[in-house]
């Protein structure tokens, strides 16, 4: 089982992680905020002075709303479901900064800093949440494959996408976020095969946050989750995935690295939802006290906001400018969410195939010609 | 129109060719798809000619294949899967059937899955366990997927770039003992080809229909040729697509000979028989003479290549069918003999 807190590493959040027993994870904002400015990991991120680490604060503070206006959303019956990730907005935030446009992305369900990252409209974000839709935005439009909930499937299509992106010689990179529970699926592990075996320009992004569902990590691996790349032949380092700036230097380097035809590269962001798995979750039955305290003063966002205090940034502004931009997109969201009214049967029918067939039309005209005998009420 | 005789293989690996020539986006991707030209060699010499990157060996890993042909489409790519053999095709069902099938709904049809999977299946090859299974049923039951079954190497080549051509997602299943058996080709037929959705009336008959695809369609025009020397007159539906089903032609059929036979490999519960068997039943219940007729393999996994003989229905197990729907045994006290079922009895 996982060490206790006070038994485990200090330069280590993962539960497994002993001074013996400790990859190396890369830091550059501690959790009280200060900031390591000397070094190679260090000078990728350089650009982000005071003003684009409040930039970033902020980013994190809307995803945080946007997590709770979901999360509160589900709660007045107006959203199916909800997947927290309070928590892991440093994990998000800092790999969505570094990507590029034409980069594609696969993301699970949690990922909503992503998907807000991409300019997802909240009235599309929504839908599938809602009920309304299995997807919601149009997948080439913003280079974002739709939510996977498959544990890991989409692993796969991200490297399909970069191994096309190797065939075809027209650049491009794919990255593919999963979760801890996901390396245990054979999906996965396949997918690091094929990257590997045709050095595909494809980005794995592992947020380790501890929990799948119920499940601690370390039922998934006996071994730091960041080891097992490299048995594939893939480059892998680990980051406190609590820290925004470590996360963008380390995925600014893996993308270097696939532009320079260096193959797939691996991030393991190690950090923790705060939250439930979904909103039908109940973490209590399955978590501490001890160990949420634990993780609460490793928040992501707080330490940005002690090292931007700490460098006599005005933070009440910045938090008064977040605080605002927030309030706008879960307002959005809310209308976004109201406002759907996405019922139509012919839906059911729409999209089942891209070409015409006959059995689903068939269904279709009888189904709608039963809701017109019934008047409708039927349905 | 000019013909060549072409083996099944042939046929299929002339329709691979014309698509790699004529699309740049056509990739082909399977287990030893490239230098051996594939276990059957069926994609024999397509990556001496088209290259490395357009038929492409993959690791053997099915879900990592079809997954990875997923991932293809996002990029523009039109990619066509092989499946080394039908009882390997399960460690891909997820990507399959949660994938493949679901994206273009998932995504409100704003993403196709132009992706084609063959799988070699059927048995009587002589094989060990898992080389010679029927697993169409599961596909056909996925919405979502078009399923198709050629039973000559005309359809086998014209189907096949009918399914690279269309905008969904096509499994292509082919009757692997078949593979080297030759007919007349033509190569340049296709605008005049019928559509990969339709079923084919083989050989007219009146007295009953007999419905069969795949490796079973030429099993099943010789159980005809044998039945018209004994004065009967079958009608063989070749069913050609497994979803969508062609209803037109199959009620048609039976709307004219009142009676149904519907053979194939695979077992016999909810199989594709009791699909057309419903079908018939529903649309031709005031036509029909007798109750349908299935001429199946039994409900057991395919049994071990000594016994393969009595699993896969042969020309006298249809004849023996074809008996049933004739009503020949009806009131005689005859148990039903192996493989024909007789549920339901004469109506």
């Known amino acids: 089982m996982a060490l206790a807190p006070s038994e485990r590493n200090a330069n280590s959040p993962y539960p497994e992680d002993s001074a013996q027993n400790c990859p190396r994870t890369l830091s550059l904002l501690s959790p009280e905020g200060v900031r390591v400015v000397t070094g190679e990991d260090a000078a990728r991120v350089a650009d982000i002075d005071d003003t684009a680490l409040a930039a970033l604060y902020s980013k994190m503070v809307v995803q945080r709303r946007i997590d709770a206006e979901g999360t509160a959303l589900q709660r007045q019956g107006q959203l199916a479901l909800w997947a927290p990730s309070k928590g892991q907005e440093a994990a998000q935030i800092g790999a969505a900064e570094a990507f590029r446009e034409s980069d594609f992305i696969f993301p699970t369900y949690r990922d909503h800093g992503v998907i807000h990252s991409r300019g997802v409209a909240a009235s599309e974000v929504m839908r599938q949440w809602r009920g309304a839709s299995h997807g919601g935005w149009d997948p080439h439009e913003k280079n974002l494959a739709p939510v996977q909930i498959i544990i890991g499937a989409q692993t796969l299509h991200a490297v399909g996408y970069a191994m096309g992106a190797a065939f075809d010689g027209n650049g491009g990179a794919a990255v593919a976020f999963l979760g801890d529970g996901a390396t245990s699926q054979g999906d996965v592990n396949e997918a690091m095969i094929f990257a590997a075996s045709f050095k595909a320009p494809v980005l794995f992004f592992l947020e380790n946050n501890q929990f799948a569902i119920s499940e601690p990590v370390t039922l998934q691996s006996r071994t730091p989750l960041v080891d097992r790349p490299r048995g594939f032949g893939i480059r892998a380092v680990r980051v406190d995935g609590n820290d925004v700036l470590a996360v963008l230097s380390a995925t600014r380097d893996a993308l270097a690295r696939i532009d320079a035809g260096e193959g797939p590269q691996f991030i393991e962001a190690v950090t923790y939802r705060r939250g439930a798995h979904t909103t039908a979750d109940d973490p209590s039955r399955y978590r501490d006290t001890e160990l949420e305290s634990y993780w609460e003063k490793l928040d992501p966002i707080d330490r940005v906001e002690a090292c931007l205090r700490s460098r006599g940034v005005d933070v009440e502004a910045v938090l008064a400018t977040a605080g605002a931009e927030a309030d706008e997109v879960a307002a959005e969201l809310r209308a976004a969410v109201v406002s759907m009214t996405e019922d139509d049967p012919e839906l059911l029918f729409a999209h089942v195939y891209s070409e015409p067939h006959p059995r689903i039309e068939e269904q279709r005209a009888e189904y709608l010609a039963y809701l017109a005998e019934t008047g409708g009420d039927a349905a | 129109m000019s013909t060549t005789k072409l083996t099944f293989a042939k046929a299929i690996n002339a329709a691979l060719d014309t698509a790699l020539e004529q699309d740049p986006r056509v990739l082909i991707m399977g287990e030893d798809i490239g230098k051996l030209g594939g276990v059957f060699r069926v994609t024999d010499g397509l990556q001496a000619k088209h290259g490395a990157r357009r038929v492409v060996d993959t690791p053997l890993a099915e879900s990592g294949i079809v997954g990875t042909a997923v991932g293809l489409t996002y990029r523009g790519f039109r990619p066509i899967v092989e499946i080394q053999f039908d009882g390997f095709v399960y460690p891909a069902f997820d990507q399959i ?174 199989g594709l028989g009791a699909e057309i068997s419903a079908v018939v039943t529903e649309r031709c219940f005031e036509y029909l003479e007798h109750a349908p007729v299935r001429v199946t393999g039994f409900d057991i996994p395919y049994p071990p290549a000594h016994l393969e003989e009595h699993h896969v229905p042969d020309r006298d197990r249809i004849l023996d069918g074809i008996d049933h729907a004739l009503g020949r045994f009806d009131g005689i006290g005859l148990a039903a003999p192996a493989g024909a079922s007789v549920e339901g009895g004469a109506l």
């Not at chain 2, 359809?155 to 078949?178: C, G, N, T, W």
């Not at chain 2, 025009?221 to 063989?236: I, K, Q, R, Y």
């Not at chain 2, 497994?242 to 077992?267: F, I, K, N």
């Open chain 2, 97 to 270: 059937v949660a994938q493949v099938a679901k994206l273009t709904m998932r995504t409100d049809g704003r993403h196709r899955m132009p992706v084609v999977i063959r799988i070699p299946f059927g048995g009587n090859i002589g094989s060990p366990e898992h080389h010679s299974e029927s697993p169409e049923a599961y596909f056909v039951h996925t919405a979502g997927l078009r399923v198709v079954a050629p039973g000559n190497p005309q359809d086998a080549h014209d189907m096949l770039l009918q399914a690279i051509a269309s905008e969904d997602p096509v499994v292509y299943f082919e009757p692997k003992r078949r593979y080297y058996e030759s007919a007349e080709v033509d190569l340049d037929a296709l605008a005049s080809a019928p559509s990969m959705d339709q079923a084919v009336v083989r050989r007219s008959g009146d007295d009953v229909t007999l419905v069969a695809y795949g490796p079973l369609v030429k099993t099943a025009l010789e159980a005809a040729e044998l039945a018209a020397e004994d004065g009967t007159s079958v009608e063989v539906v070749d069913l050609r697509s497994l979803s969508p089903m062609d209803y037109e032609t199959l009620t048609a059929s039976v709307r004219h000979t009142g009676r149904l036979v519907v053979a194939h490999e695979a077992s016999r519960t909810v």
